[in-house]
């Protein structure tokens, strides 16, 4: 009992240490980020906060999962430094497999978390933050339409000009509107305009008595049309919520009702997370073996390797079920198997073989043998 409270209480300790500056890291990384996008106009500045909780939300799976990872194996590893260790394996009749219990035991809450950040919150997080930085271009163009300035849109592919406006703001004099894209380039010019919204909630200005010049940069052809009335669509109705399109946003619902390639890549990358942090808890278990003599560098490099080579596969397989190589269920066995082997391939080394080879296969042995053999011929 005083075994496994011990445990579990360093390894909180640590867990919390570790992910706190691993979480300042991200936050500060994403602040920067969006203020510099705030500054350049990409955001709103009033969104900044948001859209960097919104980031840490859609980063706190692998955050998490590497925090468990790190706490388990730093923990073990000082145990081993400090001979806590053999005290346990002399005085308490213990092996490593006693160390699998409690610290899965402290990792199944984090897991359950992960489970709820990486299947709902983080698609939620990332459908947020696209609907915030779109409202921004869904309100470029109403904004456009201001007195005395020139204002760009679409990204500065379109330049409004307007000299004057009526009280109230939805009648404008004397209205310049340049555009360019696709390989042509137009200028429209109107008397008088109107700000009108259709019944999809479009909203669009209505150009009254004017012309547009329209020239093709490739061959310079030219072509003018005087007209009563010409529409422009400014944006999309900025109350509606924005619906994301993109497979990373959308619900959990949807992706398994719509099994396509890339809605099966996106359930890998969700589903994968809380089974490889729960993984690599128990994998730092035996990575941790060292002797107290020895130095951390070497478990702790190979600890970074293992968890950058399961990104990287994780990357690889999603790309392999995008291109249908794999199957969901293929591709979420090889991954998760493969690290699931190689842990119980540690715990057999650590627990049941003192090496790696029988020590028959060892460089001294092989030579004895040889030397024997030798002497027996020459006999």
């Known amino acids: 009992m005083i075994f496994k409270r011990s445990l579990i209480a360093e390894l909180a300790n640590l867990a919390g240490a570790v992910f706190t500056v691993l979480f300042t890291i991200v936050l500060a990384v994403a602040m920067v980020r969006f203020l510099n996008m705030a500054a350049g106009g990409s955001i709103e500045h009033g969104t900044v906060v948001q859209l960097v909780l919104y980031n840490a939300l859609v980063n706190l799976p692998p955050l998490l999962a590497a925090s468990l990872f790190i706490a388990t194996l730093m923990t073990l590893m000082r145990s081993w430094q400090d001979n806590e260790m053999v005290v346990w394996f002399s005085s308490g009749g213990r092996s490593i497999l006693s160390w699998i219990e409690p610290t899965v035991k402290f990792a199944l809450p984090i897991v359950v978390v992960i489970a709820l950040l990486s299947i709902v919150i983080s698609p939620w997080a990332r459908a947020e933050t696209d609907r915030l930085r779109n409202s921004v271009s869904a309100r470029e163009d109403v904004n456009a339409i201001a007195p005395g300035r020139f204002i760009e849109a679409m990204g500065g592919k379109r330049v409004f000009f307007v000299e004057s406006a009526e009280e109230g703001g939805n009648q404008v004099r ?3 509107m340049a555009e360019g894209d696709w390989g042509k380039e137009s200028v429209v010019t ?18 009254g008595n004017g012309r547009r010049y329209e020239a093709q940069t490739d061959s310079g052809k030219t072509r003018i049309v005087e007209f009563g009335s010409y529409g422009v669509r400014l944006d999309i109705r900025i109350d509606r919520a924005f ?3 993109k497979t990373s946003s959308m619900p959990i619902a949807l992706l398994i009702a719509s099994p396509t390639p890339d809605h099966q890549a996106e359930l890998l990358w969700r589903f994968s997370w809380p089974v490889a942090a729960l993984l690599l808890a128990l994998l730092a278990i035996p ?39 794999l199957t969901f269920w293929s591709g979420y066995a090889v991954l998760n198997g493969s690290l699931l082997i190689l842990t119980v391939v540690l715990f057999i080394r650590r627990t049941w073989m003192t090496r790696w080879l029988p020590s028959w296969c060892s460089a001294w042995r092989l030579r004895e043998m040889l030397a024997h053999r030798s002497k027996g011929g020459e006999a």
């Open 174 to 176: 004397n209205v310049f």
């Open 243 to 245: 619906a994301s399109t």
């Open 287 to 325: 990575l941790s073996c060292t002797s107290p003599r020895a130095g951390r560098s070497l478990n702790l490099l190979m600890a970074a390797l293992v968890f950058i080579l399961y990104l990287n596969a994780l990357s690889i397989v999603e790309t392999k079920i995008e291109q249908q190589a």
């Open 190 to 207: 109107a008397e008088k305009g109107t700000i009108e919204v259709n019944a999809e909630g479009d909203r669009y200005v209505v150009l």
